[in-house]
């Protein structure tokens, strides 16, 4: 009998225990190096990383990822499949989607790759025009003022659109681009796995624009901003975002004063 009670106590205990952490449910789309293929079910990316320490640290919340894609990830916010999404910044399209931004004092880059030949200087990345540019789909990009839309950029800047920075870099080594746009911890992360290919690039000094990476947060969702601010200000206190960022060469910087 006082095995029964201890049990049924301890099932009550651990119930009571999982019932505690709230959900919180993050949109992972397909955007490498942060998240790789979330469909496919393969925790590959900085995003799983940064959830796994974020589960570590504290037992209130019970971060878990839900797979979207980049077109789809605003209904996918908005009908209130996903709390959060990750890695994003207000004004890749969210301008009409109700959210609180929380700034993760992360920077990467986005630049320009291209073919390295012996009379190919950084001045060659000054003009696109007339120049063949292989592009992620559904990326936002600077040069073309934010502007996804794929007629907009086939039609204006002879684009090539892909869903692989492998195959876009891969086009501008068989001279099938003559420009490629990268994120820095992408093309850092590529070079590492495929080192014989670095010699052959030339890479822009010139930036098409500086990723400052903030989480947006749904209004309805279970966390607050201050809440969500305060767990990452942990993991930077306690060295945890250097770890996870540092090798992507994705920079740890102050967050933006509001």
């Given at each position: ?18 019932e ?6 993050i949109?992972?789309?397909?955007f490498?190096p942060?998240?790789v293929?979330?469909?496919?079910g393969?925790?590959?990316g900085?995003l799983?990383?940064?959830v ?20 789809r ?15 994003e910044n ?5 301008q009409?989607?109700p959210h609180t ?13 291209t073919q390295?030949?012996?009379?190919r200087q950084?001045?060659y990345?000054?003009?696109?025009r ?10 936002h ?5 934010f502007?996804?839309d794929p007629?907009?950029?086939?039609g ?7 869903y692989?920075?492998?195959s876009?870099?891969?086009?501008v080594v068989?001279?099938?681009a ?10 850092s992360?590529y070079?590492?796995?495929?080192p014989e ?5 030339l ?8 990723y400052?990476h ?10 607050s901003a ?16 250097l ?16």
């Amino acid at each position: 009998m006082t095995s029964r009670v201890l049990l049924a106590a301890l099932a009550l205990f651990l119930t009571s225990s999982l019932e505690a952490a709230q959900l919180v449910r993050i949109g992972a789309a397909h955007f490498p190096p942060y998240t790789v293929r979330p469909e496919n079910g393969a925790d590959t990316g900085l995003l799983p990383q940064l959830v796994e320490a974020l589960n570590r640290s504290q037992a209130d919340y019970q971060f878990v990822l839900v797979p979207t894609s980049i077109p789809r990830r605003f209904n996918d916010f908005k009908q209130g499949r996903v709390d959060m999404a990750i890695f994003e910044n207000p004004d890749w399209g969210w301008q009409d989607v109700p959210h609180t931004a929380v700034d993760m004092g992360l920077e990467d880059a986005e630049i320009f790759v291209t073919q390295r030949q012996p009379d190919r200087q950084q001045s060659y990345f000054a003009d696109l025009r007339g120049k063949r540019l292989a592009l992620f789909s559904g990326y936002h990009y600077a040069f073309a003022e934010f502007n996804p839309d794929p007629k907009f950029l086939i039609g204006q800047y002879n684009a090539t659109l892909t869903y692989s920075h492998d195959s876009n870099l891969q086009m501008v080594v068989r001279g099938r681009a003559d420009i490629a746009l990268v994120t820095r911890s992408y093309l850092s992360d590529y070079l590492l796995r495929n080192p014989e290919v670095g010699p052959q690039l030339l890479v822009s000094e010139r930036i098409d624009q500086i990723y400052h990476h903030y989480a947006l947060i749904r209004p309805q969702a279970p966390i607050s901003a201050d809440v969500f601010q305060q767990l990452l200000q942990k993991l930077r206190d306690n060295g945890q975002m250097l770890e996870i960022f540092q090798p992507y060469r994705i920079e740890l910087v102050p967050p933006h004063a509001h």
